[in-house]
């Protein structure tokens, strides 16, 4: 377990200069959390959620509309969360996230106004994209935080269908699709620094208005040559993290959601796509894995299957730490690899140090 953790931390020792006998000291839970994104209720965030960031068992937080009263106000608590950071035996810095994909799904006050439907449908699409992707980023940085859960890249194929409905789908055509999401992340993520998510691999853009993930499980039984020219092919977006669908893709994988199989992710998005990112699941609480148990159970599930950040967004701190503690045990317990657990984190790691 030493040599584990001496070696897990080789870009924090770099970055933050934490000395190898404090690296040495650091518990399973501590290491279990570097894979863990906690979420809270109300504006005032938890004293709970500041002693797991002290303790090193946080590797960063979600925000939802319920969180934001104003941008500087969020800042405040990101503020905060750094201060609590400081005192974490884990210095690099926490990924602060939310959904500022524009239009109808907007965390944060302001930019971007334009939903992907609007850009897609617009008269010059190419520098809205770009535009979207840059004021996106500034306002994000603006607010203290480092990473969008945005671009949608799912490519949709009917109006009104689970991702027209909303507009968070630029076009049914995936070269449109490829060409304005790598807009929008190129924008954001060289221009200002906030990393880019790709969501959600291999895609939802076959799911009609009724099968939302979120409520229940869904399949979607698209052909593996759609799956791959279709729905996959935005994925070469250049996005620093991919969010996996929770839907099942009997072509790829007929026994489990796209976000537990290691046929999906990978084989699928690292082996044949080539993405070397941060995975990032959807909400671990989502009605579409009512079937895998607890959060503990689908949380190890989920990492057995290649997450590398686990998103718990329930608003419940508690939820978080119920990750940390089946990650912990599964690593104790050799039920998890640990050269794999060791890769995974060490993405996530590399990740909060460029963001930071």
């Not at 449109?176 to 620094?193: D, M, P, S, Y």
């Not at 279709?230 to 072509?251: F, I, N, Q, R």
């Not at 950040?309 to 939820?319: E, G, H, I």
Request: with cysteine; glycine share 10%; proline share 6%.
């Amino acid at each position: 377990m030493a040599k584990l953790i001496a070696t897990l931390f080789t870009t924090v020792l770099a970055a933050f200069a934490v000395s190898p006998a404090k690296v040495a000291t650091l518990t399973p839970r501590q290491l279990a959390g570097q894979r863990v994104i906690y979420s809270y209720a109300g504006l005032t965030p938890p004293a709970s959620l500041l002693r797991d960031i002290r303790n090193g068992e946080v590797a960063g937080v979600i925000f939802f509309k319920e969180n934001i009263s104003s941008a500087s106000q969020v800042h405040s608590v990101i503020d905060q969360f750094a201060a609590a950071n400081q005192q974490s035996p884990v210095k690099a810095p926490l990924l602060m996230m939310t959904d500022q994909e524009g239009g109808l799904v907007r965390r944060l006050p302001g930019a971007p106004a334009l939903s992907e439907k609007q850009i897609g449908q617009s008269a010059d699409p190419i520098p809205a994209a770009e535009e979207a992707g840059t004021t996106a980023g500034e306002n994000l940085r603006g607010a203290g935080m480092n990473v969008n859960l945005a671009p949608v890249l799912d490519v949709y194929r009917q109006p009104g269908d689970f991702l027209d409905q909303f507009q968070r789908s630029y076009s049914q055509d995936p070269s449109v699709v490829q060409t304005l999401g790598r807009e929008f992340v190129n924008a954001q993520q060289k221009i200002t620094g906030v990393a880019a998510t790709g969501k959600h691999f291999p895609g939802l853009g076959s799911a009609s208005a009724q099968q939302n993930t979120d409520n229940g499980p869904v399949t979607l039984n698209v052909p593996l040559s759609t799956l791959r020219g279709v729905d996959e092919k935005p994925y070469t977006a250049g996005a620093k993290l991919v969010m996996l669908s929770w839907a099942v893709y009997p072509a790829l994988d007929g026994s489990l959601p796209a976000g537990l199989s290691p046929t999906v992710i990978q084989n699928e998005l690292r082996g044949r796509v080539g993405f070397l990112g941060v995975t990032i699941s959807d909400a671990i609480e989502a009605g579409a894995l009512q079937a895998y148990g607890t959060t503990g159970q689908r949380t190890v599930l989920a990492a057995k299957g290649g997450i590398d950040l686990v998103l718990c967004s329930a608003r419940n701190v508690t939820q978080g730490e119920d990750a940390v503690t089946a990650l912990a045990n599964g690593l104790s317990s050799g039920t998890l690899d640990s050269a794999t657990f060791n890769n995974a984190a060490q993405r996530v790691t590399a990740l909060r140090v460029n963001v930071g």
